[in-house]
């Protein structure tokens, strides 16, 4: 009776993991089969690799993660945003009660316009181009003191970094209705419609008071797994620190995206880019 017990226990969980493994498949084939909804090229900008890649060759697999950057608080993902999510945000915030109730909401999916290499991140650099001419002005004012003189070296780097080697795809805005965004983003090589979780926040708004906020918790497709035929790419690629790009160093692959029915991601092609030079 025992054995007979143990038989079909295990037979049962490899029934419940060969019926999991014949969904997963099934919602994969179902996702890319008809239309593609979107199609973009990102590159190592974009697609973080994992941390110490390279250092463990037994690992045949790879998985990168996409790279999106936003506001902290973009105030364009205010109340009426919220509110369209389904948001419980149309009353005041002004108590700490009421704010607490609107932050204890879960994050609630979203379609998320994504903007790649466009007018959010010129704005982002132009604004840590005036950050920085004003840290430079403020230390060369000050020559005495190291604290601005580092402050100022330290919003260079970032300057640099913003524009050879962090992310250039930006959060732009969000709705419940895919098909209404992508009339209003109609450019499917520069903007990228994707599923993700917007949560309920609150802030302090420039008079004192208090607004509600929506901000980013992370797309519902956060890593790629990149196919077996193209490991060979990524074999020659040293290992990047804590998964960030190399600071100051151009990217050194690309890897086009084609988005589905489920509006999931899978990989279309991967390419190498050619280095400069020295």
Do not use: C
């Not at 690992?59 to 608080?73: A, P």
């Not at 790649?116 to 000050?142: F, H, I, M, S, V």
């Amino acid at each position: 009776m025992i054995a007979w017990s143990r038989s079909h226990t295990w037979m049962a969980g490899l029934a419940i993991i060969l019926l999991t493994n014949a969904v997963a498949l099934g919602g994969v084939a179902w996702n890319r089969s008809g239309e593609v909804k979107d199609i973009i090229i990102l590159t190592e900008r974009e697609l973080s690799m994992p941390y110490r890649w390279g250092l463990n060759r037994e690992n045949s697999g790879i998985s990168l993660r996409i790279r999106v950057r936003s506001d902290h608080s973009p105030g364009w993902l205010g109340k009426e945003k919220l509110v369209e999510l389904g948001f419980p945000a149309t009353d005041t915030v002004a108590t700490s009660e009421s704010r607490r109730r609107l932050r204890r909401n879960l994050p609630r999916e979203a379609f998320v316009v994504l903007e790649q290499d466009g007018p959010a991140w010129r704005r982002k650099l132009a604004k840590q181009k005036t950050l920085y001419e004003k840290k430079q002005a403020l230390a060369k004012r000050n020559p005495d003191s190291q604290k601005l003189l580092r402050e100022a070296e330290r919003v260079k780097k970032n300057l640099m970094t913003g524009r050879t080697a962090k992310s250039r795809l930006f959060m732009v805005d969000v709705g419940s209705d895919y098909s209404s965004l992508r009339r209003r983003y109609p450019d499917k090589t520069q903007y990228l419609i994707a599923r993700g979780l917007v949560k309920a926040v609150t802030r302090r708004s420039k008079d004192g008071g208090w607004t509600a906020q929506g901000r980013l918790s992370g797309l519902s497709v956060r890593h790629i797994n990149i196919p077996f035929a193209y490991r060979g790419i990524f074999e020659e690629l040293k290992p990047t620190k804590r998964g960030r790009n190399r600071y100051n160093q151009p990217p050194r692959f690309s890897v086009t995206l084609a988005y589905g029915k489920r509006y999931e991601p899978w990989v279309v092609a991967v390419e190498k880019i050619a280095q400069p030079d020295g």
